[in-house]
């Protein structure tokens, strides 16, 4: 049987919620790494009222 690790998740940057784009800093931070080659996604994380750009990584 193979076991599957769940991913770990590199937080790269933090914006604000209630920034008055919305999550239009965060998209342009993650836009501006995808060009740059990194696998990045934008995710809200309620507990912080922040939007995250994240990047997976396997576990170690």
Same mark, same amino acid.
């Given at each position: 049987?193979? &076991?599957? +690790? ?5 937080? +790269?940057?933090? %914006? ?6 919305? =999550?239009?800093? /965060?998209?342009?931070? /993650? /836009? &501006? @790494?995808? &060009? @740059?080659?990194?696998? $990045?996604?934008? $995710?809200?994380? +309620?507990? =912080?009222?922040? %939007?995250? $750009?994240?990047?997976?990584? &396997?576990? @170690?």
């Amino acid at each position: 049987m193979t &076991a599957v +690790l769940p991913a770990q998740r590199t937080i +790269l940057e933090r %914006f604000p919620a209630g920034h008055p784009r919305g =999550s239009w800093p /965060a998209d342009e931070y /993650a /836009a &501006a @790494q995808r &060009a @740059q080659g990194t696998d $990045v996604r934008v $995710v809200m994380d +309620l507990a =912080s009222d922040e %939007f995250l $750009v994240v990047t997976d990584s &396997a576990a @170690q």
